[in-house]
């Protein structure tokens, strides 16, 4: 199994930039997920990490150091629908399972 | 059609009723999964299909029976719950081929909210 931990709650400002932390430990890494979830809504997909470096897409960058066991998400030029559970999720390599972290409660303040 | 279709979104059941809750996504996914989710919690996996053969179950208590009828639709069949089995049910896809693929992004239904009274 994993075990994931990112931070319970971040507030910013809108137009900042925030960078979620995410720390796991697993038996067989087989690549990492950042989702994104609205109360009383699906999560919905924001970024993959199978190698170490950054992965950019518009506002939310991805880095995963698989050395460390460390990934974060960094989200830029902040909007008010950005306040969200950001979740952290790692793919077990033996049985493809995704095991999530209990999520990051971002709150954008105007 | 990236949807992942769920049905009901809400449910309200006693503890006695039996009730099934309904998935259906049009994207060829061969893997299909049923999460739970309590509030400020994040999503447990409870089953995955692939290839419409139940692979994983997470030591799912009886009372929930998933079945997989086909390659496009997923129910959870619901007996005899208790209330602590309230939670938000996410039905979620993923390709997959028979070896399994490096990149199986899910696509999460929007839930069926269910409460046990």
């Known amino acids: 199994g994993q075990n994931i931990d990112q931070p319970t709650e971040m507030t910013a400002t809108e137009g900042a930039i925030v960078q979620i932390n995410c720390t796991y430990q697993?038996?067989?890494?087989?690549?990492l997920f950042w989702y994104q979830q609205h109360a009383g809504e699906a999560p919905t997909f924001l970024s993959y990490n199978v190698l170490d470096g950054l992965e950019e897409k518009g506002r939310f960058s991805s880095f995963l150091s698989r050395s460390k066991g460390y990934s974060y998400l960094l989200l830029k030029e902040l909007q008010m629908k950005d306040s969200a559970s950001y979740l952290c999720?790692?793919?077990?390599?033996?049985?493809?399972?995704?095991?999530f972290g209990a999520g990051t409660t971002v709150t954008v303040r105007a | 059609d990236t949807e992942v279709t769920q049905t009901p979104k809400h449910l309200v059941m006693g503890m006695t009723n039996k009730k099934s809750l309904k998935c259906e996504q049009h994207?060829?996914?061969?893997?299909m999964y049923w999460y739970k989710q309590k509030a400020k919690k994040p999503p447990e996996l409870m089953f995955v299909?692939?290839?419409?053969?139940?692979?994983i179950n997470e030591s799912v208590p009886s009372r929930f029976s998933p079945e997989c009828p086909n390659s496009s639709l997923l129910n959870l069949h619901l007996h005899a719950l208790q209330p602590e089995d309230s939670a938000l049910y996410l039905c979620a896809s993923s390709d997959r081929d028979r070896e399994g693929t490096t990149n199986e992004k899910l696509f999460f239904g929007s839930g069926t909210q269910l409460s046990v009274l």
């Open positions: 697993t038996s067989g890494f087989n690549g």
């Open positions: 999720a790692v793919r077990d390599i033996n049985d493809y399972k995704l095991s």
């Open positions: 299909y692939s290839y419409e053969k139940l692979s």
């Open positions: 994207m060829g996914h061969r893997a």
